[in-house]
């Protein structure tokens, strides 16, 4: 009896279990097909997610990479392309604001009485004697006054440009605007200097107003030669602000001909020779360079004309032999030549008085009331030029340990006149290649320049510089930043003191000086007349103002990026 129902219950068991599997005992084959068809289709689904797994990983990775491209082309905007120039042309910006105030001291000039005879007059140089003996006898003696300038403001603007397409080619260039504060007229008074006339050569140098300018821009090519590097260069020049005038600025060398004998914008072209390895001396080089001053085809009343003057273009050659340099000490020797240069140049100015030339001997002299702007033009070749200057500079920290900046140059300048000026004024005076009167005599003069420059606490600098000229001392330095005139053309000594103080590194700093000049001969920096001694002046010496003595007391600041 429990046998028996023992094997009901048994059996009632299997037979709901084989229903809830809904199986009956004829289909438990065909269960294990099934369960075979499920892990098919369960091995298929794992793959099918692995790919999409696979897929994810790939979608990922590449917005990975999207997200690094993104970031790197993000960097390049914010940094490089805003270099993108940068890798084309690079840019530099130098502001300099001054403050100089100046004083004027025995100025001597023609009384009014003769000059009032001469205006309006129509005479000849032979009738000067008679004209003058009816006047009374003192109007030979020139007048003295003083005159001072309490403050003048200035701001001087410079863009510099370089671009290196290799190691082999390459250029530079700078954008310049000059001027004093209220003034951009660009043309000034003419009172007798070469500085008055706005010119080719000081256009962007000295204060012409808010024109932007183009001061200096070339090419420069590089290959060797075996074992000398050279360098070609052609455009316009580098050629102002040059050693020793680094100290005084505070900056790096400005320019490669010496300022002691070219301080000069002109275009032309150099070839530099490196021949440090080949003779064994440290920085020894050798340069070549070319130049045009004067253009006489261009713009003038006889260009391109059926009766040309005999005044052809003017070209310069010079050479600048670097003899010793190895970053503590130097020695530079720079020579210059000029032919058929002239009895000036191309430029603007507003004249006193207008000098017409009749051709019968006489001449009329008449007042320029109006102001009027007057283009001026060279009318005559009056003879040769030749100029060197030998550079040696010095610093004392590897023999002393003492930072200090030594320099000391000497000039010699020669003109070989050929002939006397066809300009009217100067015709009238009988004046030529410093010469008067119709002489034609050669001419040597020599200047010395000498600097010292100290450390001082704050990181400050304080310098020294003195400068000579002799009486017929005549160099081209007309574009030196000076709102006197150019210190090292002067016939007669400078003297200067100046202190540099740091406020942002060198990106940012002060100067206070002080200038002073004492004028020993006349005509500093002008070809034109024989130079007199100032304290022998006769009137007729000084129908432009004469000045002895200046003091020029400075203050700067300067931002250099």
Request: hydrophobic residues 35%.
């Amino acid at each position: 009896m429990r046998q028996r129902g023992w094997k009901r219950t048994t059996i009632g068991t299997l037979m709901g279990i084989l229903f809830l599997l809904g199986l009956s005992l004829p289909g438990i084959a065909s269960a294990e097909d099934d369960v075979k068809l499920l892990k098919q289709r369960l091995e298929q689904m794992s793959k099918e997610m692995e790919a999409v797994q696979k897929k994810l990983e790939d979608i990922e990775r590449k917005s990975q990479d999207k997200e690094e491209a993104i970031e790197e082309m993000d960097d390049r905007l914010n940094k490089a392309e805003l270099h993108t120039a940068t890798d084309k042309v690079s840019f530099g910006v130098e502001l300099r604001t001054r403050a100089d105030s100046l004083q004027y001291k025995d100025i001597q000039v023609a009384p009014s009485m003769l000059t009032s005879n001469l205006i309006g007059a129509t005479i000849s140089p032979a009738d000067l004697p008679a004209i003058i003996g009816m006047m009374p006898p003192g109007v030979m003696v020139p007048e003295k006054y003083d005159a001072t300038n309490d403050i003048i403001l200035t701001n001087k603007f410079r863009l510099n440009m370089s671009a290196k397409v290799n190691d082999q080619l390459s250029f530079s260039g700078r954008l310049a605007a000059y001027k004093v504060f209220g003034d951009s007229t660009e043309v000034k008074f003419n009172q007798g200097s070469l500085g008055d006339v706005t010119l080719d050569g000081n256009t962007s140098s000295l204060p012409h107003g808010d024109t932007i300018r183009l001061e200096r821009a070339y090419f420069n090519y590089k290959k060797d030669l075996g074992r000398v590097p050279t360098n070609f260069s052609l455009g316009r020049r580098p050629s102002t602000d040059g050693p020793p005038l680094e100290y005084l600025n505070n900056s790096l060398e400005g320019g490669s001909p010496l300022a002691t004998i070219i301080n000069w914008q002109f275009d032309g072209a150099s070839y530099n020779l490196g021949l440090e390895d080949v003779t064994g001396i440290p920085g020894a080089a050798f340069k070549m360079c070319y130049g045009v001053g004067f253009e006489g085809d261009w713009g003038n009343t006889y260009s391109l004309g059926n009766q040309q003057p005999d005044v052809d273009d003017v070209h310069m050659f010079g050479v600048i032999a670097t003899l010793f340099d190895n970053d503590s000490t130097s020695a530079v020797l720079n020579w210059a030549h000029a032919w058929d240069i002239t009895d000036g140049f191309t430029g603007l100015s507003v004249m006193p008085f207008i000098v017409t030339d009749n051709g019968d001997g006489t001449f009329t002299f008449d007042q320029n009331a109006g102001g009027y702007i007057s283009r001026l033009q060279p009318m005559t070749e009056i003879g040769d030029w030749d100029a060197a200057s030998l550079l040696l500079r010095t610093n004392l920290s590897e023999r002393f340990d003492k930072d200090i900046d030594l320099f000391l140059s000497g000039s010699w300048s020669h003109t070989q006149a050929s002939r006397t000026s066809e300009n009217p004024f100067y015709k009238f005076m009988g004046a030529g290649l410093l010469n008067s009167n119709g002489e034609l005599e050669d001419r040597d003069g020599y200047m010395i320049y000498l600097g010292a420059v100290f450390p001082m606490p704050w990181d400050a600098k304080f310098g020294l510089e003195y400068n000579y000229g002799s009486q017929y001392w005549f160099n081209f330095t007309g574009a030196e930043d000076s709102l006197v005139g150019s210190k090292l053309a002067v016939r007669g000594s400078v003297y200067e003191g100046y202190w540099h103080q740091p406020i942002f590194n060198d990106n940012f700093f002060a100067t206070i000086g002080v200038r002073y000049y004492d004028y020993e001969y006349t005509g500093s920096g002008n070809p034109m007349g024989e130079p007199m001694k100032i304290t022998e002046l006769n009137s007729l010496n000084a129908l432009n103002p004469v000045v002895d003595e200046v003091w020029d007391g400075y203050i700067s600041l300067t931002f250099r990026y």
